[in-house]
Nanobody
Framework: QVQLVESGGGLVQAGGSLRLSCAAS????????MGWYRQAPGMQREVVAHIKSDGRTNYADSMKGRFTISRDNAKNTVYLQMNSLKPEDTAVYYC??????????WGQGTQVTVSS
């Protein structure tokens, strides 16, 4: 089992920045990919970015150039740096981890609200 705890959400004005953190615990040795997803009210959950155990990253097109995913292996933590935030970035942001056998784990989510 893997436990994920997100933090860092909040209210920010358009154009501002936030950094989300996701601390992993438990069977972290099994994790091969970690990522961030988001879900806006009335919308489906969508991928934001992923980072693999070798450090390779990929992003949803709308986040490229504004968001950066990174990881600190010593702290078992993945970060999402979000810059130039827009009101349409308002959503609950979820941390996700996938194990080597395909198991999926989710955090409880953290609210990000961007005011215009």
């Amino acid at each position: 089992q893997v436990q994920l705890v997100e933090s860092g959400g909040g209210l920010v004005q358009a154009g501002g920045s936030l950094r989300l953190s996701c601390a992993a615990s438990g069977s972290i040795f099994s994790i091969v990919v970690m990522g961030w997803y988001r879900q806006a009210p009335g919308m489906q959950r969508e991928v934001v970015a992923h980072i693999k155990s070798d450090g390779r990253t990929n992003y949803a097109d709308s986040m490229k150039g504004r968001f950066t995913i990174s990881r600190d292996n010593a702290k078992n933590t993945v970060y999402l740096q979000m810059n130039s935030l827009k009101p349409e970035d308002t959503a609950v942001y979820y941390c996700n981890a996938m194990g080597a056998m395909g198991s999926l784990y989710w955090g409880q989510g953290t609210q990000v609200t961007v005011s215009s």
